[in-house]
């Protein structure tokens, strides 16, 4: 098995019960696995702790079945509690190299970034993989800054040399673009947890991903 990098996936989907509520994160992740998603990301601002674990727990079941990363935002305690891949930390959470220490070196650590600052700390405190934006405005994260554009994309692809994964506002329309800067890949809630379909959303997506810029 290679190193936690190695294994960072190029379609992360958030769930998001909070923007919608059709669909639970169950049901979400399911849709967008079987749309191409190959990390599911949990996300759940509020609730109680012990819900959130249960939920988890069944999430880490369906990816692990599916052969998809599974990987918790925010709350270490879930991530820890479900047995995730990972967690993927923001400015403001868990400390990045407190949780390596506690996770240990198998687990993948995500870090959020909004300026090429930001992005090398995550880097130097032992994060994997760096979730980079908004690059395009959304109203999906409330703790969202300015967008941060494609040059600036740019410029924190070729500067840190870690998987990067582009998050914020991210369309089909606008994907190609995204992915020209050199990105590893992107992270997405509305542009699936939102749409009418979100497994015809995400297959979409990675349609268009795979034909702008194919990897293995």
């Avoid at 959130?52 to 998809?68: D, N, P, Y």
């Avoid at 047995?83 to 930390?89: N, P, S, Y």
């Avoid at 410029?155 to 040399?161: Q, T």
């Amino acid at each position: 098995m290679g190193s936690p990098t190695e294994k960072i996936g190029r379609f992360h989907v958030l769930t998001d019960t909070a923007l919608q509520s059709r669909f639970t994160h169950l049901q979400l992740a399911e849709r967008a696995i079987a749309g191409g998603a190959d990390t599911i990301q949990y996300r759940q601002k509020q609730g109680s702790t012990r819900e959130m674990i249960e939920t988890a727990r069944k999430l880490k079941s369906l990816c692990q079945a599916s052969g998809v990363l599974f990987v918790v935002n925010d709350r270490l305690d879930v991530a820890m509690a479900a047995q995730a891949d990972g967690v993927h930390l923001g400015q403001d959470d868990f400390p990045i190299a407190l949780a390596r220490k506690i996770l240990g070196p198998g687990a993948i650590i995500g870090g959020s970034a909004g300026t090429l600052e930001e992005a090398q700390r995550c880097r130097s405190e032992g994060a994997d993989y760096i979730g980079f934006g908004p690059v395009y405005p959304t109203a999906s994260k409330e703790d969202a800054g300015p967008a941060i554009g494609l040059k600036l994309l740019r410029e924190v692809v070729e500067a840190v040399p870690l998987p990067i994964i582009a998050i914020g506002g991210i369309t089909p329309m606008n994907l190609p673009a995204v992915m020209k800067t050199g990105v590893h890949g992107i992270a997405v809630i509305s542009a699936v947890c939102c749409q009418e379909d979100p497994c015809a959303a995400a297959r979409n997506l990675r349609s268009v991903m795979e034909a702008t810029c194919p990897k293995g």
